[in-house]
Structures are given as C-alpha cells and as structure tokens.
Nanobody, 114 residues
C-alpha cells in the first residue's frame, strides 16, 4: 500500500501550492498524519503533523506559512503552502502512522524560484 502524493511544481518565491496525499480506503486506525521534505543534499526533515484528535504542529521554518489539513471522507491529507521561499525547495513526502504500521508517499517535487 502506497500513498499517492501530488501537487508539486515550479512556483516563484512568494507564491502558493497545495499538496495532496490520497490514502487507500483500506487504511484504518490512523494515529497521525505528517509531511516531511528532503532538500537536495540534505537529510529528510519533518514539516508538519496532525494527530487523530485534530491538533497540529509545525516546524519553526514553516510555521504561519504552511497549513496541514485532512478530508476524512476522502482520506486525503493536504499541505497548503503560502509565501513560499527558495529554501522550501524539496521533495515533499506524506506519511500516515496507524496503530499497525507507517505508510509513505512517493514524494512530490516543489521547486521555488527566487
């Protein structure tokens, strides 16, 4: 089972993008949903988390610019990214933690031009 991430692309600094991550209907027992990113030549870093009760947390580097959300009916996770900066350039990965195991998306590339 793999998550399908989409929505990446090329955007100018200051612009916006919304990433989506669709989970198969077979996934149950969700504990947390997360976004990570990996910039060229750097390690993967955590971006945002939404836990099952709806509370959210963000990395300091994206706080007040990015918003994580979900559509429970569609089993889709989103990351709204505003005021994008050059340093936001990375491959973005979605992650779903269930009571049974972790699921990862294949990544979607976001490129921010300065």
């Amino acid at each position: 089972v793999q998550l399908q991430a989409s929505g990446g692309g090329l955007v100018q600094a200051g612009g916006s993008l919304r990433l989506s991550c669709a989970a198969p209907g077979s996934i149950i027992g969700i504990k947390a949903l997360r976004w990570y990113r990996q910039a060229p030549g750097k390690e993967r870093e955590w971006v945002a988390t939404m836990i099952s009760n709806g509370s959210v947390k963000y990395a300091d580097s994206v706080k007040d610019r990015f918003t994580i959300s979900r559509n429970r009916a569609k089993k889709t996770l989103y990351l709204q990214m505003n005021s994008l900066e050059f340093d936001d350039t990375a491959v973005y990965y979605c992650n779903i933690e269930t009571v049974y195991k972790m699921f990862w998306g294949q990544g979607t590339l976001v490129t921010v031009s300065s």
